[in-house]
């Protein structure tokens, strides 16, 4: 919903439905590692030795197993012959970062393309997910199961990863009226007869050319997306404090 004062563009604020795009890349690997290090893992218990059983566990949750997994694993007292994957499908493990890690999920959709095949799209989903945060990268490790026609894809290749994911039904404003100071994200407010107002605002994900609105603005209020019309306010912004909703 657009309305045009005197040249100024507003957008309404409004529920939309929000899909973030995730763009990251991965290497392709079998599996067998994991299965390996499973049946290393099964071995270690037997032997009652603390400090290997904790070396072992660490090296699954780097691999992608979460602690229930591990526990299963524990119970059940042998690896999962599952991770020998058919010949059709091949592990990728992606990248993912610290502040994109609580969208990635078992069963998340993916996209993968290499390099040595442009053009061509495999498609997959995500199948674990590890708990363990790099310190030096602040990144995880997520592993996905993709489908592999005539077996292209070859392990230690690198891929580019696409995860599509949908934030469902948000409150939304446009990312043109965003205006970053650096300290502050401001919108400015159209209130009707002239008259616009500069608001903080708090802001969530970021998804295809919209914002999730967390705080400082109401469904249906109007922003102001003209660019040149926000420059020229920003200066003014910066003296100002805007105009705080509590």
């Not at 053009?119 to 989903?125: A, M, P, S, V």
């Not at 997910?129 to 489908?147: C, F, H, K, M, N």
């Amino acid at each position: 919903d657009e309305e045009t004062l005197a040249g100024v563009k507003t957008e309404r604020v409004g529920q939309r439905r929000l899909f973030k795009e995730i763009q990251t890349v991965g290497t392709v690997a079998y599996d067998p590692d994991l299965y390996v290090a499973q049946e290393e893992y099964v071995g270690v218990l037997g032997l009652g030795d603390a400090s290997l059983i904790e070396a072992g566990k660490r090296r699954l949750r780097i691999l992608g197993l979460n602690d229930a997994q591990i526990e299963k694993l524990q119970t059940e007292g042998k690896a999962e012959a599952g991770l020998i994957l058919p010949e059709d499908k091949i592990c990728v493990y992606i990248t993912i970062y610290e502040n994109e890690m609580g969208l990635v999920k078992e069963g998340t959709s993916v996209e993968i393309d290499a390099v040595a095949f442009p053009g061509e799209i495999f498609f997959g989903k995500i199948a674990a997910v590890s708990p363990v945060v790099d310190a030096l990268t602040r990144t995880i490790r997520a592993r996905a199961e993709i489908v592999n026609p005539g077996e292209k894809l070859k392990p230690g290749m690198f891929t580019n990863v696409k995860i599509k994911i949908d934030l469902g039904s948000r409150l939304a404003v446009a990312q043109e009226a965003v205006l970053n100071t650096g300290k502050r994200m401001i919108v400015v407010v159209a209130k009707g007869n002239g008259q616009y107002i500069s608001r903080d605002v708090r802001l969530g994900q970021k998804a295809a050319g919209y914002y999730e609105v967390v705080g400082g603005l109401k469904e249906g209020e109007l922003t102001v997306t003209t660019g040149n019309f926000l420059i020229d306010s920003e200066s003014r912004l910066q003296s100002t404090q805007g105009e705080h909703q509590h």
